[in-house]
């Protein structure tokens, strides 16, 4: 299974690569400049690869109030083939491709980094291509701010209890 690396660039929201959400991934949404949309929008083509005819990128090309944008991300592990793959958490890096331990904040400008492949499903006369996010280069940063001011939930079924109850 060969692979290709791809190297697109925008803004960057929601990245999560410190340690996998609850479905094993590592993820990130990328709102893509003019030029990474349309390599995005080529990589959802259908190709042929030695005479075979694979199926395009999957990942949805959504659009909100922000621009076009696209998820991407790399499960932490895999059981392929009945064999279980670890994968590496994406790497950030600052714009000197030096390691960068920094939460990336929503609208950082940055390049990231795709490792594309092709693959075969068992049964299926047509292949398809994946995408897996590497690495993260960050070319300017907005820092990540936690929002603090939200107000903590109310869960139906529990009255609320004063903070100086003893019995609590």
């Known amino acids: 299974m060969a692979t290709n690396s791809v190297y697109l660039q925008g803004i960057a929201k929601w990245v ?24 995005i929008k080529k990589l959802k083509e259908i190709q042929t690869i030695n005479g075979r005819q694979y199926e395009g990128l999957k990942n949805k090309l959504r659009r909100d109030e922000d621009g076009d944008n696209m998820a991407f991300g790399c499960h932490a592990e895999k059981i392929i083939k009945g064999v279980r793959r670890l994968y590496a958490a994406p790497m950030i890096l600052d714009k000197d491709n030096l390691p960068y331990h920094v939460n990336v904040g929503n609208g950082s400008e940055v390049t990231i980094k795709l490792e594309t492949y092709s693959y075969s499903p068992p049964g299926s006369k047509m292949g398809g291509t994946a995408a897996r996010l590497v690495s993260i280069r960050v070319d300017k940063l907005v820092p990540y701010e936690a929002n603090s001011n939200r ?10 209890v004063p903070a100086d109850n003893p019995e609590f």
């Open 151 to 160: 107000e903590p939930k109310e869960i139906r079924g529990f009255s609320k």
């Open 16 to 39: 999560r690569v410190a340690t996998p959400d609850m479905y094993g991934k590592y993820a990130m949404v990328l709102y893509p400049n003019e030029e990474s949309l349309n390599k």
